[in-house]
């Protein structure tokens, strides 16, 4: 695959085991300790990776994008024609036949239930739902100054490249 950038040997080693999914972690952090070069060297090499490996992600998404859209395609295609097929059957009566490859019959499916008033339904048929916390409630009191026991906030930091 061709890359954005010139990548010295070492970076497009790297660069192939971070694409390859059969590669452990442990093998990949190795690699990393591996290459040399004072930390700005190590940094533009990086930065480089990351942006291949940003093109290659970006490619595959609009690859998925694509696939999602034809296999909708197929399987809306396949619903109309199993509709147009079974109203055919229906219209001429057969509900239930086989051809040398194929058997064809309309069955019933298993009962749907519909609710028709939700405020009628009696407190026995209701589920409580479990009570979760809330998150954005907590979080904005500890930023408020409160103190708890049982949480706390952390910060973290995060590598921005642009």
Known sequence: MATIYELTD????LLE???D??????TMSDTLEALGGEIEEKADGYAKVMKQLEADAA??????????TRRTV????????????????EATGKTKF???LFSFGIQKNPAKLVIDDEK??????????????DNKA???ALKEGFEFAWCHLEQSESLRIK
């Open 138 to 140: 907590i979080k904005d």
């Open 59 to 68: 490619a595959l998404k609009a690859e998925e994008k694509r696939l999602y």
């Open 120 to 133: 009628q339904i009696p407190h026995d048929f209701m589920i409580q739902p479990d009570p979760v916390p």
């Open 21 to 26: 999914p059969e590669v452990d972690p442990e």
């Open 98 to 100: 086989k051809t040398d």
């Open 10 to 13: 070492e970076y497009r080693m």
């Open 74 to 89: 197929c399987e809306n295609n396949i619903k109309r024609m199993k509709a147009a097929l079974q109203s055919a059957m």
């Open 17 to 19: 085991l971070a694409e």
